[in-house]
């Protein structure tokens, strides 16, 4: 495990009660994991939330060519996925 810091502060009782409610619905052990579980859903949803917009930028500036060439290169893969058989 990481080595973690000391952190001391106050928050909103509605911030309480929403770490209190993780720690009961079992999606953490103590105060520490529920403030360490919204801080990783945090960070996953501005990672989601860059590589959206990079995505988006990356097709808005993208050559007709380009997007018709991914889409050939998707079409294959998707045709190479229905040729394998897992029990095989």
Do not use: W
Request: glycine letters at 2%.
């Amino acid at each position: 495990m990481a080595h973690r810091k000391k952190v001391s502060t106050t928050i909103s009782p509605e911030g309480y009660a929403f770490l209190r409610a993780l720690i009961r619905s079992r999606k953490a052990e103590n105060l520490a994991q529920a403030l360490d579980y919204v801080l990783d859903e945090m960070r996953r949803a501005e990672n989601r939330a860059r590589l959206e917009a990079a995505t988006a930028a990356y097709y808005d500036n993208a050559s007709q060519e380009a997007i018709d060439e991914e889409n050939q290169i998707a079409a294959d893969f998707s045709s190479l996925g229905a040729e394998v058989d897992p029990d095989a």
